[in-house]
């Protein structure tokens, strides 16, 4: 049996060593990049971190601090299946899990001979670690991704995402980028819609329904993923940014971090006075935001839209994925450097707060 996966968080397994950096993809000619659904927003100031003292010591969601972010567009929904099998056909990608040869897949949906099988986590054994599970085959090697193209497409690394925005030209959001979308026009909730995780007694995400991690109810029609958009959006017009699939973003991760951010356009830790750093050396954790259909507040409330935590970029499982976001033009992601690292405001700009 080959080595478990490795459990840095309740519900993110990590990779064992990977199979090395992926190579990135040619860059395409703007003229042949794939439309994004997308949502601009105008960038302001807004108030990123857990005001309710919910989150866990160890993530690092406090403390509460002002941070102010140029404009942005940012997708509606995370990356799909579809668009995904798109960026495969066009450049011959092979993610980590199909160079690797196997993926965590959560226990009660593998479709895997028992000799595929090749480990459980000790720390979480809802993980199984399945030969030839990837993104074609999310639940393993005897089922496939057909009847999935419009879901959020899973088993990705933060290396593959990397290696799609570049095909695309785009980006992965900063970690402020992504709660400031994720929040949308409201102020210190708790959810993207309020701070009631049901109001009126509707589900408004795809997480957890039942007893974790042995008995799903599917109250609302699914167990694992939902189709992107199969649930209100927030305030912005972006869907599933609490639930269905965890969001590579990316930053470093640093639980320690918020404390020394910068006001302006924070980019993680060893990344405020030059490139983000987005170059995918392993053990270098990067952030996830917005939780997947496996929390449960029993054990794991990181769908609120503070939340965070960390993986090793090589690392995949049938519950991460990713969404992107580009620079709006005319308003360049530049930032003069400020006091200890820091950036201050452009000169030549002014940071709005409309709705643009």
């Given at each position: 049996?080959?080595?478990?996966p490795?459990?840095r968080a309740?519900?993110?397994p990590?990779?064992?060593?990977?199979?090395?950096p992926?190579?990135?993809?040619?860059?395409?000619a703007a003229?042949?990049r794939?439309a994004?659904p997308?949502?601009a927003?105008p960038?302001?100031?807004f108030?990123?971190g857990?005001?309710?003292?919910?989150?866990?010591?160890a993530?690092g969601e406090?403390?509460v601090?002002?941070?102010?972010?140029?404009p942005f567009?940012?997708?509606?929904?995370?990356?799909?299946?579809?668009r995904?099998?798109?960026f495969?056909e066009?450049?011959g990608?092979r993610?980590?899990?199909?160079?690797?040869?196997?993926?965590?897949?959560?226990h009660?949906?593998?479709?895997?001979?028992?000799?595929?099988?090749?480990?459980?986590s000790?720390?979480a054994p809802?993980?199984?670690?399945?030969?030839g599970?990837?993104?074609?085959h999310?639940?393993?090697?005897l089922?496939d991704s057909?009847?999935?193209?419009?879901h959020?497409v899973?088993?990705?690394s933060?290396?593959?995402?990397?290696?799609?925005?570049?095909w695309?030209?785009r980006r992965?959001p900063?970690?402020?980028?992504w709660e400031?979308a994720?929040r949308?026009?409201?102020?210190?909730?708790r959810?993207?819609?309020?701070?009631e995780?049901?109001?009126?007694?509707?589900?408004?995400c795809?997480i957890?329904q039942?007893?974790?991690?042995?008995l799903p109810?599917?109250e609302?029609g699914?167990?694992?993923?939902a189709p992107?958009?199969?649930?209100?959006?927030?305030?912005?017009?972006?869907?599933d940014?609490?639930?269905n699939?965890?969001?590579?973003?990316?930053?470093r991760?640093d639980?320690?971090?918020?404390a020394?951010?910068?006001r302006?356009?924070?980019?993680?830790?060893g990344?405020d006075?030059?490139p983000?750093?987005n170059?995918?050396?392993?053990g270098?954790r990067?952030?996830?935001?917005?939780?997947?259909?496996?929390c449960?507040?029993s054990?794991?409330?990181?769908?609120r839209?503070?939340?965070r935590?960390?993986n090793?970029?090589?690392?995949?499982?049938g519950?991460c994925?990713?969404?992107?976001?580009?620079?709006?033009?005319?308003?360049?992601?530049?930032?003069?450097?400020g006091?200890r690292?820091?950036?201050t405001?452009p000169?030549?700009?002014?940071?709005?707060?409309?709705?643009?």
């Amino acid at each position: 049996m080959s080595q478990p996966p490795v459990v840095r968080a309740c519900c993110l397994p990590s990779a064992p060593a990977g199979a090395g950096p992926v190579p990135p993809p040619p860059p395409r000619a703007a003229a042949e990049r794939p439309a994004h659904p997308e949502v601009a927003l105008p960038g302001g100031v807004f108030a990123m971190g857990d005001a309710f003292g919910e989150g866990y010591p160890a993530d690092g969601e406090t403390p509460v601090h002002e941070v102010e972010l140029a404009p942005f567009t940012i997708d509606t929904a995370p990356v799909t299946t579809a668009r995904f099998a798109a960026f495969v056909e066009a450049t011959g990608h092979r993610t980590d899990a199909e160079r690797a040869g196997s993926s965590a897949v959560f226990h009660l949906f593998v479709l895997a001979d028992p000799a595929d099988v090749l480990g459980r986590s000790p720390a979480a054994p809802w993980w199984l670690e399945v030969r030839g599970a990837d993104w074609r085959h999310p639940y393993g090697p005897l089922g496939d991704s057909e009847d999935l193209r419009d879901h959020p497409v899973v088993h990705i690394s933060h290396r593959d995402a990397l290696a799609y925005c570049r095909w695309a030209g785009r980006r992965l959001p900063t970690e402020a980028e992504w709660e400031y979308a994720a929040r949308g026009p409201l102020t210190g909730r708790r959810y993207p819609w309020g701070d009631e995780l049901r109001p009126d007694g509707a589900h408004r995400c795809r997480i957890w329904q039942g007893r974790f991690p042995d008995l799903p109810t599917g109250e609302d029609g699914w167990y694992a993923t939902a189709p992107v958009g199969s649930y209100p959006p927030n305030g912005f017009g972006l869907a599933d940014v609490a639930g269905n699939v965890w969001e590579w973003c990316a930053d470093r991760f640093d639980p320690a971090y918020y404390a020394r951010s910068p006001r302006f356009d924070p980019r993680g830790p060893g990344d405020d006075e030059g490139p983000t750093g987005n170059d995918g050396t392993a053990g270098d954790r990067r952030v996830l935001r917005g939780g997947s259909y496996l929390c449960h507040d029993s054990y794991c409330n990181r769908y609120r839209v503070a939340a965070r935590t960390g993986n090793t970029p090589d690392s995949t499982s049938g519950n991460c994925g990713f969404r992107t976001v580009a620079d709006r033009p005319g308003h360049p992601r530049t930032f003069a450097r400020g006091a200890r690292g820091g950036r201050t405001r452009p000169a030549s700009s002014t940071v709005r707060q409309d709705r643009c």
